[in-house]
């Protein structure tokens, strides 16, 4: 069965630094994704990623936020500098096809002291 | 945009009660998918729907998604501990060029032994 995976599982860091999530997505899946969800609440889109760009993304992805690819098997969400209200899980996800089964990887959960 | 409305937010069972959860969209579903989540894990599919008057099952999970393909309801029969934590319905945004994902608000369900 195939599976995303992310890495770290648990991310701890200082408010104003930098932290890099990172998504290995399904091999030949062609749409990516990032979510998150501030503990007890609900998941919300963040960015979606095809062909090596951005393709959308919410109010809640602003200009601390990127992501990349840099590779072709990474998929990397970068907050450059963090605040308190940046603290959640983030959930990567891929599908092969448009309209097909989405798989999320396991999250990372990020807390901002 | 298109919003997902999950009914009850918090639902108590006695272990061996059937309950149902539901879901309800503000438009046509074109694919609605059920989650479970551990309060502060990842995300565990359930069941994928896609055509009006569909239903699956999966151990002592039904989930159905009416005709309109407006509605999802998940019903658990016989309710174990094992079942309890949050529900969520997912579904694609039809009005978004990539295939974005939204999620329902959830419905925490505790069992009593």
């Known amino acids: 069965e195939p599976e995303v995976t992310q890495t770290p599982s648990h991310q701890v860091t200082q408010m104003g630094q930098e932290v890099i999530l990172r998504c290995v997505p399904i091999?030949?899946?062609?749409?990516f994704y990032w979510y998150r969800q501030i503990l007890g609440q609900k998941v919300e889109f963040l960015v979606s990623?095809?062909?090596?760009?951005?393709?959308?993304k919410s109010e809640i992805f602003d200009d601390q936020f990127s992501v990349e690819r840099p590779d072709g098997s990474n998929f990397t969400l970068k907050i450059r500098s963090t605040k308190l209200e940046d603290s959640a899980m983030y959930f990567c996800?891929?599908?092969?096809?448009?309209?097909?089964?989405?798989?999320f990887g396991p999250g990372t959960r990020l807390t901002v002291l | 945009s298109q919003e997902l409305e999950q009914s009850p937010q918090s639902l108590i069972v006695q272990e061996g009660k059937n309950l149902t959860i539901n879901c309800t969209s503000s438009?046509?579903?074109?694919?609605l998918y059920w989650y479970k989540q551990k309060y502060g894990e990842g995300l565990i599919f359930l069941m994928m729907?896609?055509?009006?008057?569909e239903e699956k099952s999966h151990e002592k999970i039904t989930a159905k998604l009416d005709e309109k393909k407006q509605q999802s309801s998940l019903h658990i029969t016989a309710s174990q501990p094992s079942h309890a934590g949050i529900y969520l319905c997912?579904?694609?945004?039809?009005?978004?060029?990539?295939?974005?994902?939204?999620f329902g608000t959830g419905t925490r369900l505790k069992v009593l032994a």
């Open positions: 996800a891929s599908i092969e096809l448009a309209g097909g089964p989405r798989y």
């Open positions: 091999s030949n899946h062609l749409y």
């Open positions: 990623f095809y062909n090596n760009e951005i393709s959308e």
């Open positions: 438009k046509t579903l074109y694919g």
């Open positions: 729907l896609q055509k009006g008057g």
């Open positions: 997912g579904a694609d945004d039809p009005t978004s060029g990539t295939y974005k994902y939204i």
